[in-house]
Each structure stands twice: as structure tokens, then as C-alpha cells.
């Protein structure tokens, strides 16, 4: 488990544009030293924002796009093309305009794909997709993920694990199905706390007055039952980027001192 580290921007704008080239150079790096780089998207505002903001980075053409194996922390399990679904507006924002390998690029099952309705079946087959992807020395049944982006809610949830619901709660599986979610569509599919924690660097993002509340709960000790974002750490970096708005409610003392 890696201790959390905050780094607080001025407004959303510009942590988007500073966590868009964070990820570049992640992403380079990885693939001077592996060959290939594995990154976890995340839908939601602020994972958009940044997605936008690498499509409109210059420095995107430094990375190799085929080399590049794309996975998602959670899904709205919802019919492929469907404008809420996080793989949709992922393409839109950025990955319809970058050269990958379409192999590469491992969306969760939609609700009209070869598992219906059937959430559970279709989660099944994702953690079977990751557990193939993994190699002998990978932690868990999911490769080593470079980087795992994760945005926070306004309760503490990431990916589709909300307070107290049973998908948080899973230390087996890698992906459950999410029946019942507060936020909708209630019918989701997400990776788990333990596939989560196998990451080598984990990146919660939040901006916004609305997120403040969660950002301190998570980060003052609470449990990950009751704030999924405390749950959520990489096994080399954590790493919280934040605006003003988001660290406003922080108690002063978790401030990294170069903070506005
Ligand atoms: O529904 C979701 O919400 C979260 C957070 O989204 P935000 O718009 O409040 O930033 C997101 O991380 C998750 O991937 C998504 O499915």
C-alpha cells in the first residue's frame, strides 16, 4: 500500500491539462522501458476532462498509440453506443482520433452484447479478459496496470463501488456485477478494491466544490466500506489530483506544502 499524495491545482482546467501530460510521460516511459504501456480510463467529468485535454496536447503524438492497452475501472451496463456509457464518451473525447489497435482497446460488455442483460455473465468474461491479459509475476488474476485513473464521486465512490454496497465489500473477484447503483443506470459492471490495488500507480481525481466533502472523508481515515475512495491505492504511487475547490475542505495539515 502506498501512502496517498495530494497535488492541488488552481482550477479544473488546469489539473486536467498537468494530469493529461502526467500521463503522457507515464505512458512514454513505459513503453521505452516495456514496450507496451496498460492504463486504466475512468468515465465520469473529471476522467472526460482529461481525456479531452491529452486530445488536445501536442505532446500526444510522443506516444505510441498501438502500444497502448486501454482498460476501463467500470461500465454503465447499457447498449453499445450509448451516449452514457463511459467507453462511448471515451472514444468521442479522444480515442476515435488516436491511432490504436483496436485489440487493444478492452471495453467492458455492453447490454446488447453476447451476454444480454445477463450483468453478472458479462463481468465473468471482463475478469476473464484481464486474468489472460496477466502475466505470471502480476499480483492478482489482471495485469500490472501502469496507471489505474479513478474519478471520485460526491459520495467517495470510484469505478462502481458506492458506500456500503455489497461490490465494494468483494475480495475475490476482480469484476462484479453492480445492481441498484445510487447513481444511474443502477446496472453497472466494475473492477474491485483487490484489481484496483494490483495497479503500479493509482490517480483519484476529483474538482469541484461538490467533490470536498468526499475528498476529506476519503483522505481523513474513513473506512473503505463507507468511502470506497479510501480504499483505492496503487502499489508503487496514490496519488490525488485535485483543484481548490475539491482540496477546500482538506484539514490544513494533509496540504503538501506547495499547495495555492
Ligand atoms: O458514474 C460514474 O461516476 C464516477 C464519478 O463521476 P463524476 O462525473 O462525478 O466525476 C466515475 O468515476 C465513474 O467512472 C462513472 O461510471
New binding site residues.
Given amino acids: 500500500m502506498s501512502t496517498p499524495q495530494l497535488v492541488v491545482h488552481r482550477d479544473k482546467e488546469l489539473m486536467a491539462q498537468a494530469a493529461a501530460a502526467r500521463l503522457i510521460t507515464k505512458i512514454v516511459d513505459a513503453q521505452a522501458s516495456r514496450g507496451a504501456a496498460s492504463v486504466v480510463l475512468?468515465?465520469?467529468?473529471?476522467?472526460n476532462g482529461l481525456l479531452a485535454a491529452l486530445a488536445a496536447a501536442p505532446a500526444r503524438d510522443a506516444i505510441d498509440w498501438s502500444r497502448l492497452d486501454l482498460w476501463w475501472?467500470?461500465?454503465?451496463f447499457l447498449p453499445e453506443g450509448d451516449p452514457e456509457r463511459?467507453v462511448t464518451q471515451a472514444r468521442e473525447v479522444l480515442l476515435d482520433s488516436v491511432p490504436l489497435d483496436p485489440e487493444r482497446v478492452h471495453a467492458m460488455p455492453a447490454s446488447d452484447g453476447p451476454y444480454g442483460s445477463d450483468v453478472e455473465a458479462a463481468a465473468e468474461a471482463y475478469a476473464a479478459e484481464l486474468a489472460k491479459a496477466a502475466g505470471p509475476e502480476n499480483h492478482a488474476p489482471v495485469p500490472a496496470f501502469d496507471v489505474l485513473m479513478?474519478?471520485?464521486?460526491?459520495d467517495t465512490?470510484?469505478?462502481?463501488l458506492f458506500p456500503e454496497m455489497p461490490a465494494v465489500r468483494e475480495t475475490e473477484r476482480t469484476v462484479v456485477g453492480v445492481h441498484g447503483a445510487p447513481?444511474p443506470p443502477p446496472t453497472?459492471i466494475s473492477l474491485t478494491l483487490p484489481a484496483i490495488r494490483s495497479a503500479r500507480e493509482v490517480w483519484l481525481?476529483?474538482a469541484g466544490e461538490d467533490?470536498a466533502e468526499a475528498v476529506a472523508i476519503a483522505l481523513s481515515g474513513a473506512g473503505e466500506i463507507q468511502a470506497p475512495a479510501a480504499g483505492a491505492y496503487g502499489r508503487a504511487r496514490t496519488l490525488w489530483l485535485l483543484d481548490t475547490a475539491a482540496a477546500s475542505q482538506l484539514p490544513r495539515s494533509l496540504y503538501p506544502p506547495a499547495s495555492p
Avoid: F, I, Q, Y
Avoid at 475512468?42 to 476522467?47: E, H, K
Avoid at 475501472?73 to 454503465?76: A, C, L, M, V
Fill in positions: 475512468t468515465g465520469g467529468r473529471n476522467g475501472g467500470d461500465e454503465r463511459n479513478l474519478g471520485v464521486g460526491p465512490h470510484v469505478a462502481s447513481k453497472r481525481l476529483a467533490k
